[in-house]
């Protein structure tokens, strides 16, 4: 190989333009007409903080009501509310838009691109997004009409027809549901068009397919997976509308409608729904251990290929939501293998993190923390997942707070602790300053803590025959004890993100100076300056292997010599 | 200064897939599942009404108008092929003649609907065959409106001499989206009115 | 071949997992709380119970066995203090390695999946015995329909059933979707509109087994309790016979009838041998034979029936049935009247 040298574009040594001094107003104009995907990521997941904050509310006001047997704390008519709300908020208004804001800041910057594929597309759907949050959450004043004690939907995230047809909510609660969701649904589809048509075809030279960084494939998988799957909810949503608004039938099971075909319509968005929200999660982890382990990632084609897999089997898996509405017995045993059949490749993601790590020297950082505690928390969720999969357990598990604990290991225990990794991984490349480590170690830990006080002990109740989505329950049903010390748990949950808030706040006004690289990490967004300029990078950057920043550190020993 | 070794003008040859391709692709694979999930209540409904209009009593075979449509998937893509080979007059003619094709076509369902209401009585929340047809065919006839909608926008631009040889690639991409339109006609063409009678 | 290799795997995984497995039913099984599913009492209940402790013994294997290296993991490679700064060596994968932890994890799912599939058909597709009870139960906005079609009994809420004879329950809906659930006796079966499901229970032990509806379908769902009484064959047969008996009438509450008969009550109650003849609400030909009022919201003492008549969304806000506004006389006649119909 010949030894010329091309930079890395951005790593020029170009110093940032001092901003010339705005008004408010010109401040906030330039948030709301950004076309520029590092903004409208912060925005994107700025958003979804603050509604993480309002869903955690939620949270906390259903595990108060619950501590104790026949309390009465809220009405039966709020607390339906309050669980439809936190389910929807946190699935499509805290999820989504956190994971595809991750997406718009990084993805282009790893594979070195000046701006997505659609940059004013970004834009229209993140406000289409934002809208549908806004108007799912006018319902509490909206409803019958403005004067606040409004209706908001209170039939389950899932809105299983027909309790959502005219004859059982009169109101307009479904509609808010369904038509807030359909706007922002919109929002979350050009979002993946963005990102598939940015990874497919804005790669900078010399980053082939297979020397794209592994969250950057993943956002590229969940894409193509929302594509097929936030397009049939839509499409049971239209269906729903129509019964309501246009007297159709589709779910009105007094002219023949079916209330099981509801069932396979959502459960074909909101199982895969799950993928496209843990995923990105995997993609963050894969990022994140190789570096806090100073060794790449162990098996990269086996990673693609797994993501790839799941995304795959993750279509044909929905029915296993729907064992006890008596399915045929061959139609039941397909979707206990093909369920089954998803821990093949999860599981090989696992072991490809445990072999990344292996041999490795770990560097106990704050998001590595988050790291490490996911893969134990995931290894579970994935364990509780095999025996809600095992479909005659699975009558006896179903609806019980067993499933409950199950997703919320995966959505919590996975996702929100490879969130809160990616912040604090991210945080200086966004903002240039380091979040406190002896902050997010009280964080982490009281996080930690918490998670497992609540959802650890919300397995057992569940086993013990408690159903979901009841308002309350009986003091015989030997219940409460660990309800109680779930509510514990939320609550030092609610302190720990206390103290994630305070530390982001603290950190922007005189948090460490980050530097350009602070992880010393291996991938083409530690090649800008921190923030990085709005042209991401001052030349179109080369790369010669996965690690261009690895090669560029150890020019004696660089990756593309093993490709 | 950081820089990496690289081999000079090794990747003189980088070529990746357009983004107009590789977005108008993904906007049809969404814009598939959402169909199907119309067409499968559809299917799944065949025969489930339990009270009249059926099918069989009210549809007829729309020969005429599905010929326009189709017909206009061949018309679009000479058009493309004139706009490549810079062939402005003969584009011009073409892209206006699938307009008036898919126009023809909208005609078409407008009038069906208008005999399936008024003469029939066969309206959206008649009984699970209404509801479920002009759910299927109000969608696709939906799209046929935004596409048709695009078109005219680029005819205009096309008589005002704004469209050039330099935009070929964009009417390429735009025409995909006019040949999706046509292919799930195929589908509900096939469910609706030979599967489901 | 095949068979001796999952032999092996399922020892020892079983051996490494009971160590979980073995506890954590152990203490659920001592927990009695009515609703307990690893104390089951019945034919499908106990089979399921029998895969749990198998799907836990492995699951547990497998998590001792991760779990155990991924601790050692973190722990052995740290970094440590006297770290010389320089980078580990990268391995970047290896055929082996990545071949073994696919294959083992498709024998542990082919072996968990066959043991699944058999009782799926074991449970679904049990052929019926000759001799056995049928039971209809339509879920209803809040409460449950009992109907016994053989015997012309109809009733609520409160399901009696004979010990070691089969029970085929018909699970319809009036209205949304609920699920039919008492965990101790069998997995759930949703109750749904416009489409019949069956399921089955072949109880082994005398006792009150409780249960509620576990598919959320409106404001009081939570208060949609069900109770479940296996009963001795002798103990069943003389419970049929007085629920077969139309409606007591004894002249004493005459007054109570009247208001019953008079009100709103009739429209939505039957009380066999009257003119009420409503399907709304639950059958009260027996009301006072029952323990529980309100879908099992509260114990069936004169008081409460009383309250509940009065006010029943004070005990179950949301609950369909309204308060009648009846004056203190007629509260206390119509509560009489209720409370005499053995």
């Known amino acids: 190989m010949a030894d010329q040298t091309l930079p890395i574009g951005g790593a020029l040594d170009i110093t940032p333009q001092k901003a010339t001094k705005q008004s408010f107003f010109e401040w ?16 994107y997941i700025s958003y979804a903080l603050v509604f993480m904050l309002v869903a955690g509310v939620e949270a906390l006001m259903i595990r108060v009501q619950l501590a104790v047997p026949n309390n009465d704390f809220v009405s039966p008519q709020l607390y339906d509310r309050l669980f439809t709300m936190h389910g929807t908020t946190m699935v499509f208004l805290v999820g989504m838009p956190i994971l595809f804001g991750f997406a718009n800041y990084i993805v282009p910057l790893q594979i070195g691109a000046r701006d997505m594929a659609y940059p004013r597309l970004n834009a229209f759907s993140f406000w289409l997004t934002a809208f549908g949050g806004l108007l799912l959450y006018y319902s509490f004043i909206g409803g019958f009409g403005l004067y606040g004690v409004g209706t908001a939907p209170d039939m389950g995230w899932f809105a299983y027809a027909p309790l959502t047809e005219k004859a059982f909510s009169p109101g307009h609660a479904p509609d808010y549901w369904a038509i807030a969701l359909i706007i922002s649904g919109w929002g979350t589809l050009g979002t993946a068009i963005n990102i598939i048509a940015t990874t497919i075809s804005m790669r900078c030279k010399g980053m082939t397919l297979m020397r794209m960084p592994l969250f950057s494939w993943l956002m590229l998988v969940v894409s193509g997976l929302t594509l097929v799957t936030i397009t049939p909810l839509t499409a049971a949503q239209i269906m729903l509308m129509i019964d309501r608004y246009l007297g159709g039938h589709f779910f009105d099971t007094q002219a023949g409608g079916s209330a099981v075909m509801w ?23 894969s990022e994140i251990i190789p570096v806090f382990s100073r060794k790449g990632i162990f098996g990269y084609a086996a990673m693609v290929a797994a993501s790839v897999g799941i995304g795959f089997v993750s279509l044909g898996v929905w029915a296993h939501h729907m064992f006890t509405v008596g399915m045929s017995t061959p139609t039941t045993t397909f979707f206990v293998l093909s369920t089954m059949l998803v821990g093949i490749p999860t599981g090989i993601k696992i072991f490809n993190w445990l072999a990344t790590i292996w041999g490795g020297k770990i560097v106990f950082a704050t998001p590595m923390l988050f790291c490490l505690a996911f893969l134990f928390q995931f290894l579970i969720a994935g364990l509780t997942g095999i025996m809600l999969s095992a479909a005659p357990w699975d009558w006896q598990l179903h609806n019980s707070y067993f499933v409950v604990a199950h997703f919320h290991y995966v959505l919590v225990g996975a996702i ?15 903002t240039g300053k380091m979040l406190s480590e002896t902050l997010g170690k009280w964080h982490f830990w009281l996080f930690l803590i918490g998670f497992h006080l609540t959802f650890d002990f919300m397995h057992i109740p569940g086993i013990l025959g408690m159903p979901r989505h009841i308002y309350t329950y009986m003091p015989d049903r030997g219940w409460g004890i660990w309800n109680f010390i779930e509510t514990i748990g939320a609550f030092v949950q609610a302190i720990a993100v206390l103290v994630f808030l305070y530390n982001v706040v603290i950190s922007l006004m005189k948090g460490k100076e980050a530097g350009n690289d602070p992880w010393d990490a291996w991938t083409l967004e530690w090649a800008t300056p921190s923030p990085p300029p709005a042209y991401n990078f001052a030349t179109d950057p080369v790369v010669n292997s996965r690690r261009p920043l690895w090669d560029l550190k150890h020019p004696e020993d660089p990756d593309w010599k093993y490709e | 200064m950081a820089t990496i070794p690289v081999v000079q003008n090794k990747y003189e040859e980088w070529r990746l897939p357009s983004r107009g391709a590789s977005g108008m692709i993904s906007l049809i694979i969404g814009e598939t599942a959402l169909f199907s999930m119309f067409v499968l209540a559809y299917i799944f409904y065949i025969g489930k009404s339990v009270s009249g209009p059926q099918p069989a009593q009210v549809l007829d075979i729309p020969v005429f108008m599905t010929i326009c449509l189709w017909s206009s998937s061949l018309t679009i893509w000479i058009a493309e092929r004139a706009i490549e080979h810079n062939r402005m007059k003969q584009f011009t003619f073409f892209w206006g003649l699938t307009i008036v094709l898919g126009g023809i076509f909208l005609g078409g369902t407008a009038l069906e609907w208008h005999r399936l209401i008024y003469h029939d009585g066969l309206t959206i929340s008649t009984n699970l065959f209404g509801t479920t047809f002009y759910s299927l065919v109000g969608l696709h006839a939906s799209h046929v409106v935004v596409g048709l909608i695009m078109l005219t926008a680029v005819f205009i631009f096309t008589l005002t001499g ?30 609706v009115y030979i599967l489901g009678r | 071949m095949f068979t001796g290799i999952s032999k092996v795997l ?9 160590t979980i497995a073995l506890p954590v039913s152990a203490w659920a099984a001592g927990v009695q709380p009515g609703t307990n599913m690893f104390a089951p009492a019945s034919k499908p209940a106990r089979e399921i119970e029998s895969l749990a402790i198998f799907i836990l013994a492995i699951t547990g294997g497998i998590f001792v066995v991760v779990g155990g290296a991924l601790l050692y993991a973190v722990i052995k490679y740290r970094r440590r203090k006297n770290d010389d700064g320089s980078e580990p060596t990268q391995i970047f994968g290896s055929l082996q390695i990545e071949m073994a932890w696919t294959i083992i994890p498709i024998m542990i799912v082919v072996v968990m999946f066959l043991t699944s599939a058999r009782l799926i058909f074991a449970i679904q597709d049990a052929p019926k015995p000759k001799e056995s009870l049928a039971i209809t139960v339509v879920g209803h906005q809040f409460w449950w329909e009992v109907r016994y079609p053989k015997y012309g009994v109809v009733t ?10 089969a029970t ?29 499901n069956t399921t089955w229970i072949l109880p082994t032990r005398v006792g009150l087994y409780k249960g509620q509806c576990s598919q959320f379908c409106g404001t009081e769902h939570a208060m949609m309790l069900l109770r479940v009484y296996v009963q001795t064959p002798a103990q069943f047969k003389a419970w049929i016979k007085n629920q077969q008996k139309p409606a007591v009438e004894d002249p004493a509450v005459a007054a109570g ?15 066999r041998g009257t003119v009420a003849t409503g399907r709304f609400g639950p059958d009260l030909t027996h009301l006072a034979s029952r323990d529980t009022l309100g879908s099992g919201s509260l114990s069936n003492t004169p008081a409460n029936l009383r309250a509940w008549i009065k006010d029943p969304d004070h005990f179950k806000p949301g609950v369909l049935m309204p308060a009648m506004q009846l004056n203190n006389k007629q509260l206390d006649e119509v509560t009489a009247y209720l409370c005499s119909l053995r």
């Not at chain 1, 069932?263 to 982890?285: K, R």
């Not at chain 1, 602790?417 to 490349?429: D, Q, R, S």
């Not at chain 3, 399901?159 to 004879?165: A, C, F, K, L, R």
Request: glycine content about 4%; overall charge negative.
């Open chain 3, 10 to 18: 399922r020892r020892l995984l079983f051996t490494a997992g009971m």
């Open chain 3, 168 to 196: 085929y329950f018909k699970l319809l809906s009036a209205d949304v979707v609920h699920s039919f659930w008492i965990p101790e006796l069998a997995g759930k079966t949703d109750c749904i509109p416009n489409h019949v």
């Open chain 1, 263 to 285: 069932m396979h319509f959502f459960w074909i968005f909101g199982h895969p729904e799950v993928y496209v929200l843990v995923l990105p999660a995997f993609g963050i982890a």
């Open chain 1, 416 to 430: 929100v602790f490879n969130i809160f990794a990616a912040i604090y991984y991210w945080f200086p490349k966004a």
């Open chain 3, 156 to 165: 609520a809420n409160e399901i009696h059933v004979p010990v070691d004879e």
């Open chain 1, 28 to 43: 906030l104009s330039e948030w709301f007409i950004t076309v520029d995907h590092k903004k409208l990521g912060i925005l």
């Open chain 3, 257 to 271: 009838r009247e208001v019953f008969m008079h009100n709103a009550c009739m429209d939505c109650h039957t009380i």
């Open chain 2, 162 to 191: 704004h469209v050039q040889q330099k935009h070929a690639y964009n009417i390429k991409t735009l025409a995909l989206y006019w040949h999706f339109v046509d292919a799930v006609w195929v589908v509900v063409f096939t469910v």
